[in-house]
């Protein structure tokens, strides 16, 4: 053990987090809630909505945490490199030991007017149809001449020009110069746009050519195919120039594609939304515009390489795919066979449940039946057995024997046939009157007929 290290026998042994825990409680009680500005680094959105980020100045930097809940309620999109306020708690990620600010809010600082503006007067031309894909034109692959408006002054015009000496030696650069920055940047950008859309005819007299004095056209030049509009990376402010309304218009109304290298690959402008081509810087600009035909065919073969490779790789995966799956599928014959066996005794036990129910069922319905039809007979019997009574008691009404014993006769001749009329006897026929107990014969001495209501004899 070292003479230095004192071990510590009597005081009090943090573990870990405990020490962070108290940590976070003593900057909670002294700093929360805390207003951070520095500059924006590493911003990156989880797909759990989360954003993480560090605040950075000259002399620290700070990680960052926003949850979900404050991200969603951002109307802009942070981009690195951007001066910001953050509202937030300072805490410790006690996993990793390390002090974070919990942001709850988070502003650009000077640049929220500005960028406001920037997304008025984007969303208005986006509305006009100058923003439209439709109307971008690509680049010509051997343009005659190349037009450059810049600053003299600008670092911009130095990068552009050696990349156009250096790959296209041979091709005329005309240059309209104009201020880049400040309030009369766009009028000057509007007006060097128009003088070079003069030299994109033929025979117009040349104000200005960046090539070579052995090389330069007197009086005439070839007409110019391309135009670049460049410039060096800046604040918001300092491109502000390029998001003018009638700037956009002008680049809209260009006869000849026009490519925008404007500041950094993270700075937009509205000049890059209307050019034809977007570069994401000035050096990258010059090296659109001046592609070289072998170099171009190069990129093609490389460009076709690379569709090809990835068709290539995606055709074996879904084939891989498709392998796998009927792999899956298949799988070993007897397990197949196991399975089916076991979908077979399934069935076979779904189909023995399903007959046993259907005979229990059938069971109970025979034993229903036993048990009502006793009654049922029973009730049918006693119903007959009504209907017989009352139509013999209807027929017992009918019987001729009552109507005799209550003094009636019932009259026939020798021959047995009813006699119901007068008309049907004569004097000295034999009848035989049958009377309630029995029978008499007589002999018709005379015989009348009744007529009719009166009761008064017609016939002897």
């Not at 130095?158 to 110069?177: E, G, T």
């Not at 049922?376 to 209907?387: D, S, T």
């Not at 009329?421 to 026929?429: D, I």
Request: a positive charge; one cysteine or more; glycine letters at 6%.
């Amino acid at each position: 053990m070292s003479d230095d290290f004192t071990p510590i026998l009597d005081g009090f042994v943090w573990s870990v987090g405990a020490l962070c825990r108290a940590v976070a409680d003593a900057l909670q009680a002294r700093f929360n809630p805390v207003v951070v500005r520095g500059e924006l680094s590493g911003f990156s959105r989880a797909t759990s909505g989360h954003c993480y980020f560090s605040l950075k100045d000259a002399s620290g930097q700070l990680r960052c945490a926003m949850f979900k809940r404050a991200a969603v309620l951002m109307t802009v999109v942070p981009r690195d490199g951007e001066l910001v306020e953050v509202r937030g708690r300072l805490g410790v990620y006690e996993p990793r030991g390390d002090l974070q600010l919990i942001v709850d809010s988070l502003c650009r600082c000077g640049q929220g007017h500005l960028f406001d503006e920037f997304l008025q007067r984007k969303a208005r031309l986006e509305a006009q149809g100058l923003l439209d894909a439709a109307r971008k034109r690509p680049l010509p692959k051997r343009p005659r001449a190349i037009g450059v408006v810049t600053s003299l002054g600008a670092a911009a015009l130095h990068d552009v020009v050696s990349v156009l000496q250096r790959r296209v030696p041979h091709i005329p650069v005309l240059l309209a110069a104009a201020s880049v920055q400040g309030n009369s940047a766009p009028c000057e950008l509007v007006d060097a746009l128009l003088k070079l859309y003069l030299l994109t005819q033929t025979g117009v007299a040349l104000e200005a050519d960046l090539m070579p004095k052995s090389r330069r056209t007197k009086t005439h030049h070839a007409p110019i195919d391309v135009i670049l509009l460049v410039r060096g990376g800046g604040s918001l402010e300092d491109l502000w120039a390029f998001n003018d309304e009638a700037l956009a218009r002008v680049i809209a109304q260009s006869p000849v594609p026009i490519v925008s290298g404007v500041g950094h690959e993270t700075d937009f402008t509205i000049a890059d939304f209307v050019a034809d081509v977007r570069a994401p810087t000035p050096t990258a600009a010059a090296e659109l515009a001046a592609a070289s035909p072998r170099q171009n065919e190069l990129d093609l073969l490389a460009l076709a390489e690379r569709h090809i490779t990835v068709a290539i790789e995606r055709q074996l995966q879904r084939h891989a795919q498709r392998l796998d799956d009927v792999a899956q599928r298949l799988g070993r014959p007897s397990h197949r066979l196991m399975v089916q066996r076991m979908r077979l005794a399934v069935s076979a036990k779904a189909l023995q449940t399903s007959c046993t129910h259907a005979l229990q069922a059938q069971a109970q319905r025979l034993r229903r039946i036993a048990d009502q039809l006793p009654l049922a007979l029973n009730a049918g019997v006693q119903i007959h057995k009504q209907r017989l009574d009352r139509a013999a008691l209807r027929l017992s009404l009918l019987d001729p024997s009552l109507v005799l014993a209550r003094g009636y006769a019932w009259l026939s001749d020798a021959q047995g046939h009813t006699v119901s009329s007068c008309l049907q006897t004569h004097t000295g026929q034999v009848l035989t009157a049958t009377l309630g107990d029995g029978t008499v014969d007589m002999t018709v001495n005379s015989s009348s007929s009744w007529s009719g209501p009166s009761g008064s004899p017609s016939c002897p």
